[in-house]
């Protein structure tokens, strides 16, 4: 009898998820980071959407940019983690202090969620056509203001956030 072997199924990662979390958080496109990495913007989209796991050197880079243990990028979904728990001397933070930064943490939280749906609708608006009935037309012209209103708001919340998380010069 011939034994079979068993493949191995690779673990599902987090690193497009986080990639695409801290691109965002920095406020870089695809495109800068692809050049900051030696990668193609392609590679990138493909790493986030989580089709393709990248390879060592690029994984390695990545996390090195963003100054990330390569086991937290894989491990866990950096979007959810409070900012609390990864500051410096987090034990010693006073109550207002640890209630702003936990706002902070549900203000990021919602602007990833808020970017995640307005990257449905934008996907939607693709696979739809604008017809030229007129209830149709009137919905569509309120949809793409909408699409544009909610796109300046994530772009804003992102550049706020940005704007709040001191870089790593500003620290030394």
């Known amino acids: ?36 990495l030696g990668a193609t913007r392609s590679n990138i989209a493909s790493y986030e ?60 939280i919602q602007t990833n969620n808020h970017s995640k749906i307005l990257e449905g609708y934008k996907a939607y608006k693709l696979f739809y056509p604008t017809s030229d009935t007129d209830k149709l037309s009137d919905f569509n012209h309120i949809f793409k203001d909408v699409l544009s209103l909610s796109n300046s708001l994530v772009k804003l919340n992102w550049e706020l956030i940005h704007s709040m998380i001191p870089s790593e010069a500003e620290e030394e």
Do not use: H, W
């Not at 011939?2 to 495109?31: D, E, H």
């Not at 989580?50 to 100054?67: D, H, Q, S, T, W």
């Open 1 to 36: 009898m011939l034994s079979k072997k068993k493949k191995n199924i690779p673990k599902v990662t987090y690193f497009g998820a986080n990639l695409k979390f801290l691109r965002k958080l920095n406020g870089l496109t695809q495109t800068q980071l692809a050049n900051s």
């Open 49 to 108: 959407s989580g089709i393709v796991e990248p390879k060592a050197r690029i994984f390695i880079l990545a996390c090195n940019y963003f100054n990330v243990a390569p086991r937290t990028m894989l491990g866990i979904i950096l979007s959810n983690q409070p900012i609390v728990d990864t500051a410096k001397g987090a034990d010693s933070i006073n109550p207002v202090d640890k209630f702003v930064l936990d706002q902070f943490d549900e203000f990021v």
